[in-house]
């Protein structure tokens, strides 16, 4: 882990500029421009807002706030895994050509996604307008929020990377994947609308306490998270980025003889 970190310092104006690249080609031949990183977020707020208030007539308070809330962070998550799906797949003719450490592939789609993450966030501010719901002390929670929840994708985007670079059937593996995903996560929902008798089993799903923890600290609500669950979160982030990284470690080499 010390030898990679090196590596990756000695080749930081490389991460640097893929992860500027990345942000680039995402955007790149479009009208609106980063514009998108806000309207994608705030067109599927109104969809679930129709679905579920307009249609179900769930009646919760704030309930299009709570939805982009979820969304956000969950987006984040979602496209980190996908990016590190292709991470060598997609640089295959440059890795053939040049050599880098092969991991700042996955973190330059880490790097891109955060920012794109951090410009959403902006979309936010309308909702908190509209239903005047200020931040206060709980903001602070949002920082490790976000950490462990950059740290969580990390490692699967590590594993993923070598896994579809030897097999293809991964990446449709991973889009159904996320998609079950979505709904076992309190996207469109809040952590409160789950069963006191499934909570404990629910939120052995790292994604649930962070996008609880997220909702919670922007909307300024106490941290309703026990504290063993936010201790497992915390724990199964940091080993899924050693597992990640060791699991790239010893297979990157191999799966490059796939691209």
């Known amino acids: 882990m010390l030898a990679l970190a090196r590596q990756l310092m000695r080749h930081q104006w490389v991460l640097r500029n893929f992860v500027a690249r990345d942000l680039k080609v995402k955007y790149r031949g479009t009208v609106l421009g ?11 707020v109104v969809l679930y807002w129709f679905v579920f ?3 179900a007539k769930v009646d ?19 496209a980190v895994v996908t990016a590190g799906s292709t991470a060598l797949t997609g640089n295959a003719s440059l890795i ?11 973190y330059a789609g880490v790097g891109s996604n955060l920012a794109v993450y ?29 950490f462990f929840l950059v ?25 159904v994947a996320l998609r079950f995903f979505f709904y076992g996560s309190p996207v469109v929902y809040s952590l409160d609308m789950v069963p006191d008798s499934l909570r404990n089993w629910y939120l052995l799903n790292p994604m649930a306490t962070f996008i609880s923890l997220t909702r919670r600290a922007i909307l ?8 063993e669950h936010l201790a497992w979160a915390m724990v199964v982030s940091v080993g899924t980025f050693v597992l990640g990284a060791r699991v790239f470690a010893r297979w990157e080499k191999h799966a490059v003889k796939f691209l």
């Open 34 to 44: 980063y514009l998108w990183s806000l309207l994608e977020p705030l067109s599927l």
């Open 53 to 55: 208030v307009v249609v």
């Open 60 to 78: 919760k308070p704030n309930y299009p706030l709570q939805v982009i809330l979820g969304v956000l962070p969950y987006n984040f998550f979602s």
């Open 96 to 106: 053939r050509r040049v050599y880098v450490p092969r991991e700042v592939f996955v």
């Open 118 to 146: 951090g410009l959403s966030l902006l979309a936010v501010i309308p909702f908190m307008v509209a239903y005047r719901a200020w931040p206060g002390d709980q903001l602070l929670v949002l920082l490790p929020a976000t």
């Open 151 to 175: 740290v969580f994708a990390t490692g699967i985007g590590l594993v993923v990377a070598c896994a579809n670079a030897i097999y293809r059937d991964v990446g449709y593996v991973l889009r």
């Open 220 to 227: 300024d609500q106490p941290v309703n998270v026990p504290l």
